[in-house]
């Protein structure tokens, strides 16, 4: 389980009250499925690591469905060595770097790694849904390139869309992969707010002696998480979404809310930022 916290809470709160609120960080255990759930627009986050045996996506008891999708859409990104995910008996291999969209009603759905020494590591998000669509697959090279940023503001980097309008279709989630180009280290410049949705990062590609400074809150009472290889950064439609890392990176992106827009967000100038 996880809970967060409102705006008017955060001047309060401290480092391990922001951690436990807000960062994810013990995802990706090897043989293990596991979720968190969030109240931000009831969002479900989780990796899945299979080894020598496939695991199986069931219902928590949070849910209160008869099986995960019951009610839900999920989209999968595959972060790790090639494997396949299994839904209602067809199955899909995912290379590294391939996306799955998994439609609301899919019983049965399993990962497995073709090799327990290389496994997949299989990244989850999930938002309730109101429509069923086609379970989809997307290999990472037919993701659609969006170049952004300059090299002059370390930002120079390139979006990779896969669940979104025009591209595979969902009830709200919108999902996709940006990476930082060498000497680029924010993720986006300058910030913005998503008042109408809620936006979880992954941070991967990191060494272990690097990190992500994520940037939170109000833009008027900003605060931070400092973010390592593989954790998780839950960000409330309130705060601002922003972050910069002590070397380039790639994160993994998801959204869901109201709407589906990718570039429905509202910037916030840097001058305004304290």
Not at 227 to 237: F, I, M, T, Y
């Amino acid at each position: 389980m996880q809970t967060t916290a409102c705006a008017s809470r955060l001047r309060q709160m401290s480092s391990a009250e922001l951690r436990a609120s807000f960062l994810v960080d013990d995802l990706f255990k090897p043989g293990r499925l596991d979720l968190v759930w969030t109240d931000l627009d009831r969002a479900v986050l989780g990796s899945a690591v299979p080894l020598e045996q496939k695991l199986v996506l069931t219902a928590p008891p949070e849910l209160r469905s008869a099986y995960f999708t019951e009610r839900r859409e999920l989209g999968v990104l595959n972060l790790g060595g090639a494997g396949a995910i299994t839904v209602d008996g067809n199955r899909q291999v995912m290379a590294g770097s391939d996306g799955l969209y998994v439609g609301r009603g899919s019983e049965q759905i399993a990962f497995e790694s073709e090799e327990a020494s290389a496994p997949a590591k299989f990244y989850l998000v999930s938002y309730p849904a109101h429509a069923t669509h086609p379970t989809s697959h997307l290999s990472g090279s037919d993701a659609e390139p969006v170049p952004l940023g300059r090299a002059r503001d370390a930002n120079e980097r390139t979006i990779y869309k896969y669940i979104y309008p025009g591209g595979i279709q969902s009830c709200q989630l919108v999902m996709g992969i940006t990476a930082l180009k060498e000497g680029s280290v924010w993720n986006t410049l300058p910030p913005h707010t998503h008042e109408r949705r809620t936006e979880i990062y992954l941070y991967f590609d990191l060494p272990p002696d690097a990190c992500v400074m994520h940037l939170m809150g109000p833009a008027d009472e900003m605060r931070h998480l400092v973010v390592r290889n593989e954790q998780a950064v839950l960000s409330p439609g309130w705060s601002i979404h922003c972050g910069v890392g002590t070397r380039n990176y790639r994160f993994a992106w998801a959204m869901g809310g109201e709407n589906q827009e990718f570039t429905d967000m509202d910037p916030v100038r840097v001058k305004d930022l304290a």
